[in-house]
């Protein structure tokens, strides 16, 4: 039987999976794999998101670089998904920016998500 703090995380990344399909993203999450990604939003422009839920939002030095790695490697934005005051709430590991081709499909998304290297909290959606 799992552990009560796996079943927590499990929970929450069942949450920040639920709220994203409800903005629209389609949602993969790679439940009991351990890998530093636990969900992959595309977005209707074709851009994708690798996402790691920290309920807490604490993530060590060695995960961060980690997840950074992986987003420059596959030229994706990584976030770390945390429970904040009101909502849950996104900081970017990585910010891979507009591609040229998805560039023109993705011009509404949100100013602060479209900005390069930003590594503060806020929302990934309005």
């Not at 929970?11 to 949602?27: D, L």
């Not at 030229?75 to 040229?100: C, Q, R, T, W």
Request: charged share 30%; hydrophobic share 30%.
């Amino acid at each position: 039987m799992p552990n009560r703090a796996y079943q927590r995380g499990a929970k929450f990344e069942r949450e920040c999976k639920r709220q994203a399909e409800e903005h629209g993203f389609f949602v993969i999450r790679s439940a009991g794999s351990h890998s530093p990604i636990d969900l992959v939003f595309v977005r209707l422009c074709g851009r994708v998101t690798l996402v790691q839920c920290k309920k807490d939002g604490k993530v060590s030095n060695e995960e961060w670089q980690k997840l950074e790695t992986i987003g420059k490697r596959y030229h994706s934005d990584v976030l770390i998904m945390s429970k904040g005051p009101d909502d849950i709430e996104f900081e970017y590991v990585y910010n891979a920016g507009h591609h040229e081709d998805t560039a023109a499909a993705c011009e509404d998304e949100s100013e602060e998500s479209s900005k390069e290297g930003t590594t503060a909290p806020g929302r990934l959606w309005a």
